[in-house]
């Protein structure tokens, strides 16, 4: 059993910029081709990753960035959510916020590293805390 989780697009971009192999953001990257995350995900929230990756001050590769898109899809569960209603301080997050509300009853994680973006919830963590939470429960590399 892997951990549901709507992965921010700070977090993948951190992880693809990161020079640390040990930084959180590049360990919820492993944890999601390692099957340990299990990405939530909906059509614009892959069109955000695919704008902001495109932007041509980061420098990543194409290759790069369609292994990315492929592996969300390829691992991930896509989600339909419903509207909550809820009003952010940056409303293009909203999506995010959305597909993991929807599969709050299955325990989904939002990890983000804006999370002054989002209100103040126990299950919207840093990548470090999510590593953590994997950590705890002895599930990392299965």
Known sequence: MG???VID???VLSALL???IDSATVKVLDAVFDGVIIPLYHQDILT???EVLHRKKFHLREETI???LNAIRQYGVEIFPQPTGTILIDMDDLVFYE???EKREDDAYLVTGNQK???LKDFIVTPAEMMAIIEATGKVGL
């Open 48 to 50: 955000e990753y695919d």
């Open 9 to 11: 697009t700070n977090v």
């Open 3 to 5: 951990y549901y989780a």
């Open 117 to 119: 973006h989002y209100p």
């Open 99 to 101: 597909v993991v509300m």
């Open 18 to 20: 990161s020079k640390n």
């Open 66 to 68: 369609q292994t990315i």
